[in-house]
């Protein structure tokens, strides 16, 4: 079966909860179920993202409520976005970048979910009228169209409708695993990453002059090296740690580290291992009998978090998670280095000329036929 309509929009509004007495509670225990489904069932982190609250349903479930989500097909598509917005500092008030991007398709009848991360490099046509990359779709629109001009462009890149969507923050990311108390991961493959951005030092010319920076430009120096107050190093060991929020959050943003670790693929990888350590933290009988840590968490999301999930779809989420089956869930990266089969559907052009000589990636046909076929495999059996 095959999408047909992907034109659809919608603008709901989070509701404003009451976080009183035994009826917020029990809000708050759906509600982190559902963001349990959605983080289990997104990983990109997303946040890398307010999704990460993710936990496995709890159980307390009226079996005769009845599952009210948007869908197409039988399935729900959920848009996961990480920005790099910093809700203080000197970085508040700039474009929002998606540092992150991931569509969680959870199946209504087939009780499956699958995720699909896309690469932050990929160069698209926004709805309006400009080429960019994807990551930048978002911080580019005006006010209040952020959200739906991206949710269009992916659903043109992939080929499906986009039914809901919710964006986090970095600040709100390492909120809720330092609310959690840490989370525990392991650590597969060490690296080291020798450029990770300081946050606020962006743009500082760590005490030298415009003559002095250009001499060392023109002496072909590395970046680090001219601008060291704006790198830090970082590093990660193999095997198991546990980590905060500001670790954490360091572990799935890395992007230079060496040891193959300097790829979106194995960012995504890392980012989905983060989604399930936070599953895992969530659930914990810990985390569940302590009402000042749900309390929390549920107002860390309803604070800070662009969404159209509203309480009640995020009710219908909870139902539904009670029906998923977690054994079930597949992970797709589109990338430029796979073999086709696993998502090497792109590729990054030589000349840059057209695209402002950054670094882009483009699908490898020439549009997005492939890249739909390759989707619609997972979606509808053939996995």
Request: with cysteine; hydrophobic share 40%.
């Amino acid at each position: 079966m095959k999408y047909m309509d992907i034109n659809k929009k919608t603008n709901m509004k989070v509701s404003t909860i009451s976080n009183e007495s035994g009826q917020s509670q029990t809000k708050a225990l759906k509600f982190i179920a559902v963001l349990g489904l959605l983080a289990i069932v997104g990983a990109a982190w997303i946040f890398k993202d307010k999704i990460l609250v993710a936990f496995n349903p709890i159980s307390v479930i009226a079996t005769v409520a009845k599952v009210d989500l948007k869908s197409t097909d039988g399935r729900t598509n959920v848009l996961i976005l990480g920005s790099d917005k910093r809700l203080t500092g000197a970085e508040s008030s700039r474009n929002i970048l998606t540092d992150t991007i991931l569509i969680a398709s959870i199946g209504k009848v087939d009780k499956d979910v699958v995720l699909i991360s896309l690469p932050r490099d990929l160069w698209v046509k926004s709805p309006a009228g400009y080429s960019c990359k994807i990551n930048e779709v978002y911080a580019y629109s005006k006010e209040g169209e952020g959200a739906s001009n991206l949710r269009s462009v992916i659903q043109d890149v992939l080929g499906i409708p986009i039914h809901y969507h919710i964006m986090v923050s970095f600040d709100l990311f390492k909120e809720i695993v330092d609310t959690l108390g840490g989370i525990e991961i392991t650590v597969d493959n060490p690296f080291t990453d020798y450029e990770y951005p300081v946050e606020n030092m962006e743009n500082s010319s760590c005490g030298k002059s415009e003559e002095e920076i250009k001499k060392m430009l023109e002496e072909n120096m590395s970046l680090t090296s001219i601008f060291p107050c704006r790198y830090e190093k970082i590093e990660f060991a193999q095997g198991a740690q546990t980590m905060n929020g500001e670790t954490a959050l360091k572990f799935v943003r890395s992007r230079h580290g060496n040891n193959n670790e300097n790829t979106d693929f194995a960012r995504a990888r890392r980012q989905q291992k983060v989604i399930m350590a936070i599953k895992n933290k969530s659930l914990t009988l810990q985390t569940l009998i302590n009402p000042t840590k749900l309390k929390s968490l549920y107002e860390a999301y309803s604070n800070n978090t662009d969404t159209d999930i509203d309480f009640g779809a995020v009710n219908s989420f909870y139902l539904l998670s009670q029906q998923i089956n977690f054994d079930r869930v597949v992970s797709i990266v589109l990338d430029d280095r796979s073999s086709a089969d696993e998502g090497g559907l792109l590729y990054s052009p030589v000349d840059k000329t057209l695209y402002n000589g950054k670094y882009v990636l483009l699908p490898q046909t020439g549009d997005y036929t492939q890249i739909h076929a390759f989707v619609q495999k997972y979606l509808f059996g053939g996995k």
